[in-house]
T-cell receptor, first 111, second 116 residues
Framework: DAKTTQPNSMESNEEEPVHLPCNHS???????IHWYRQLPSQGPEYVIH???SNVNNRMASLAIAEDRKSSTLILHRATLRDAAVYYC????????????FGKGTKLSVIP | SAVISQKPSRDICQRGTSLTIQCQVD?????MFWYRQQPGQSLTLIAT?????????ESGFVIDKFPISRPNLTFSTLTVSNMSPEDSSIYLC?????????????FGPGTRLTVT
């Protein structure tokens, strides 16, 4: 699987939007961009995924650059419950089904 | 979605002993995986649990140390054998389900193992 690069940590104020960046310059044409997060003392949970177009769901939005070499996970209003480690992961359609986790971005939310 | 439960949720074990962790999924699934998360680290895949055949291990993990069973499509076990303090980690069970043209992955709550 291609590699991703994320900042080690970020901070956000509560109720403000958060933009979590991810670089994936070696992404291939069939790689999906997945985001997972891991709340303290829990297993990871799925957040969102996309291929080329921007995606929205009830948890977040995913903005994908036109060249697909970077993406941004957007939390529209951060809450204290959003404090977690966020993982940006590439998954090839023809590749293995399991996920390969990097170090992720630790998001802290300040009340 | 898939709901995954694990037993035990945590344990403290003596070195040289073995611990078997159980994973139960609320519905039949094709793929089940076991991950390890060492303190302060990210997740590392141990193996894919295959139903009806031997598990597929990732580099650095061997069957003698981490034997895995998958007797049916909803259940798997991971044994951590001959434990040492370096095995102190969180062990997570996972499955993947089709989501459109890709897959979503679901994780259990983890088993926190401390080896003394």
């Amino acid at each position: 699987d291609a590699k991703t690069t994320q900042p080690n940590s970020m901070e956000s104020n509560e109720e403000e939007p958060v933009h979590l960046p991810c670089n994936h310059s070696t992404i291939s044409g069939t790689d999906y961009i997945h985001w997972y997060r891991q709340l303290p003392s829990q297993g990871p949970e799925y957040v969102i995924h996309g291929l080329t177009s921007n995606v929205n769901n009830r948890m977040a939005s995913l903005a994908i650059a036109e060249d697909r070499k970077s993406s941004t996970l957007i939390l529209h209003r951060a809450t204290l419950r959003d404090a977690a480690v966020y993982y940006c992961i590439l998954r090839g359609e023809a590749g293995s089904y399991q996920l390969t986790f990097g170090k992720g971005t630790k998001l802290s939310v300040i009340p | 979605s898939a709901v995954i439960s694990q037993k035990p949720s945590r344990d403290i074990c003596q070195r040289g002993t073995s611990l078997t962790i159980q994973c139960q999924v609320d519905s039949q699934v094709t793929m089940m995986f076991w991950y390890r998360q060492q303190p302060g680290q990210s997740l590392t895949l141990i193996a894919t649990a295959n139903q009806g055949s031997e598990a597929t291990y990732e580099s650095g993990f061997v069957i003698d140390k981490f034997p895995i069973s998958r007797p049916n499509l909803t259940f798997s076990t991971l044994t951590v054998s001959n434990m040492s303090p370096e095995d102190s980690s969180i062990y997570l069970c996972s499955t993947a389900r089709r989501a459109g043209a890709s897959y979503e992955q679901y994780f259990g709550p983890g088993t926190r193992l401390t080896v003394t």
